[in-house]
Each structure stands twice: as structure tokens, then as C-alpha cells.
């Protein structure tokens, strides 16, 4: 059975809150991601702002190099341990329709998990003995 820890990707795309959108989309496609991971010592805990916030933005006809990160990230996160099964974080994905869970062991954030680190690592099936449907 394979676990969140075996697909997890490192925190490489981080930006602030006063980061613009632009400097953050720039940010995610550096580093070939869908989401960036927003830290600052004054937010109670990571944020995240994804390609769809992105979108939304865009799709307002909001100026991107105006319109800050603060006010298009998520706050409010759905995350999982590195030790859970990859099932498990895949279902908390698809349950809550979203692409990315932050990845916390213990109090400290040490990673992130996209629906595209899930395919990649292709653990969603039952082990040995499973037939394709």
C-alpha cells in the first residue's frame, strides 16, 4: 500500500500575501505546479491560492499585477499526515472537490499532495492480486 509521504512533492512554490497574482503564477509555473503554498508570520497557518483562484481572477477581469495574493488564497485547509494511506488523501480530494492537501506531520508543514502526485504514484489500487476493471 503506498502512503502519502511516497508521493508527496517538497514546498517549493511559496509566495507571501503581498506577493501579486502575477508574481504567484509565475511561481507555480517555475516550479510545473498547480498550487503555491502562501506563508507569513501575521496568518495564523499556510494558505494556499491555486490555478483556480487564478482563474477566477482572470475570468473577473481583475488587473494581475494589482490584485494581491490575500484576497484570492484559501485559508480554510483540507490536509493529511504522511503516513496515511494515498487512498485516504485521494478520497479527502475528491469528498471535498479539491486538487491539493497540504501535508503536515505533526505541527510542521512538510509537504503537499496534488490529484497529479496521486496518478503519478498510481497507489490507489489494493496491491497485488487487484485486476483492472
Known amino acids: 500500500m503506498k502512503h502519502v509521504k511516497d508521493a508527496m512533492s517538497a514546498l517549493n512554490a511559496m509566495v507571501g500575501p503581498t506577493h501579486t497574482l502575477r508574481q504567484a503564477s509565475v511561481k507555480m509555473v517555475q516550479h510545473r505546479t498547480g498550487a503555491a ?15 483556480r483562484d487564478l482563474l477566477k481572477a482572470i475570468a473577473a477581469d481583475m488587473d494581475m499585477d494589482d490584485e494581491r495574493v490575500a484576497d484570492h488564497m ?14 485516504q488523501a485521494a478520497d479527502q480530494m475528491v469528498r471535498h472537490g479539491i486538487r491539493h492537501v497540504l ?6 508543514l512538510v509537504g503537499i499532495l496534488s490529484m497529479r502526485d496521486v496518478i503519478r504514484v498510481g497507489g490507489l489500487g489494493s496491491g497485488a492480486g487487484s485486476t483492472p476493471a
Open 74 to 87: 484559501t485559508g480554510a485547509l483540507i490536509t493529511a499526515a504522511p503516513e496515511w494511506p494515498l487512498a
Open 37 to 51: 503554498v502562501v506563508m507569513d508570520p501575521d496568518l495564523p497557518g499556510p494558505c494556499v491560492i491555486t490555478e
Open 103 to 108: 501535508v503536515f506531520e505533526g505541527p510542521e
